[in-house]
């Protein structure tokens, strides 16, 4: 059974980092682009970071350029989202998902695996 779980969300302060992972099972995360999303209380999911197949990084979201970098552990089959100088706007249920394609998207439709999120809560 293909599946991703991500871990590491909770609640930290205003300015404070936390450090999400993204574990596959089933299935060998290097083979695919991976991509971390949030979705806050009544917003779109939205992407976040992703890194291709490749091994490229991009960043879908200017507001957390030099906060958030996303990294690959080949050995441990996970893919992990730094968060550092964490904000009250970065409160949301992250998620991590999957695609096959050697490029990623920012459209969610793209991916064919997800987790089940994690929250993160960021308090002022």
């Known amino acids: 059974q293909l599946q991703l779980v991500e871990s590491g969300g909770g609640l930290v302060q205003n300015g404070g980092s936390l450090r999400l992972s993204c574990l596959a099972s089933?299935?060998?995360?290097?083979?695919?682009?991976i991509g971390w999303f949030r979705r806050a209380p009544g917003d779109e999911r939205e992407a976040v970071l992703c890194?291709?197949?490749?091994?490229?990084?991009?960043s879908y979201l200017d507001s957390v350029k030099g906060r958030f970098t996303i990294a690959r552990d080949v050995a441990k089959n996970t893919v992990s989202l730094q968060m550092n100088s964490l904000k009250p706007e970065d409160t949301a249920v992250y998620y991590c998902?999957?695609?096959?394609?050697?490029?990623?998207?920012?459209?969610?439709?793209?991916?064919?695996?997800w987790g089940q999120g994690t929250q993160v809560t960021v308090s002022s």
């Open positions: 890194i291709s197949s490749r091994g490229g990084n991009i």
């Open positions: 089933g299935f060998t995360l290097q083979d695919y682009s």
């Open positions: 998902a999957a695609n096959r394609a050697q490029f990623c998207y920012s459209d969610s439709s793209h991916y064919d695996y």
